[in-house]
Structure formats: C-alpha cells, structure tokens
C-alpha cells in the first residue's frame, strides 16, 4: 500500500467529531483537487482548530500503472482509498510519481 502526498490546508467544522478538515492534492497536469473528510484520514498527527496551515498530509492509495511523461518524467494513475474522493466524486488521479510512497508501518 502506498500514499500520495496532499496538503491539509483548513479547519472547516468541529462536526461530526473529531473535526472536518480541507486537503489538496496537485496533479500531474496542475490541477489541484480538493477532499473533506476527518482529519486522521490525511494525517497521522494532531490537527485542531487551532493548527496552523497548511499542513503536510497524505491519503493512502494503490498505484495502479506508471508510465513516462516527456522529458523521462514518471506519471503513476492512483486509486484511493478508505473511501476518499474529491469534491468532484473522482477517485483516480495522475500525479508525479515524486507525490506517491511507500505507506509507513
């Protein structure tokens, strides 16, 4: 299981409990995705109210290919998971491989 890097950038409610938080993710044509959901989904630290953002993030994922970009770049497609989607409902995404690692024990 790997995890792709996203930015934890606002509180936005303290409900439903233990808060609800903002995160981008920045693909690999640009655009930046944003998701809502519990702060433990994209942090295994403490994130408040009170925090000061942005914050560094991740959400766990499945590489699903890798191809090459112009220039040698590397490009992985990656599913998430944990039911995590964009406010658009996407759950796959383009982005450099320099965004995704190995999910730390």
């Known amino acids: 299981m790997d995890e792709v890097r996203?930015?934890?950038?606002r509180w936005v409610s303290d409900?439903?409990?233990?808060g609800w938080v903002e995160a981008t993710i920045v693909d690999?044509?640009?655009?930046r995705w944003s998701f809502f959901d519990k702060p433990p989904i994209f942090s295994d630290g403490e994130v408040?109210?009170?925090?000061?953002?942005?914050?560094?993030?991740?959400?766990r994922c499945e590489v699903v290919s890798s191809t090459h970009a112009e220039?040698?770049?590397?490009?992985?497609?990656?599913?998430?998971l944990d039911g995590v989607e964009s406010t658009e409902g996407a759950?796959?995404?383009?982005?450099?491989?320099?965004?995704?690692?190995p999910l730390e024990s």
Do not use: D
Not at 6 to 9: A, T
Not at 15 to 18: D, I, K, M, V
């Open 6 to 9: 996203c930015e934890i950038v």
């Open 71 to 80: 220039g040698g770049v590397e490009i992985v497609e990656v599913r998430l």
């Open 28 to 31: 690999a044509q640009g655009r």
């Open 15 to 18: 409900e439903p409990q233990p």
């Open 48 to 59: 408040l109210r009170s925090s000061e953002f942005p914050l560094p993030g991740a959400i």
């Open 91 to 101: 759950t796959r995404f383009l982005v450099r491989a320099e965004e995704v690692s």
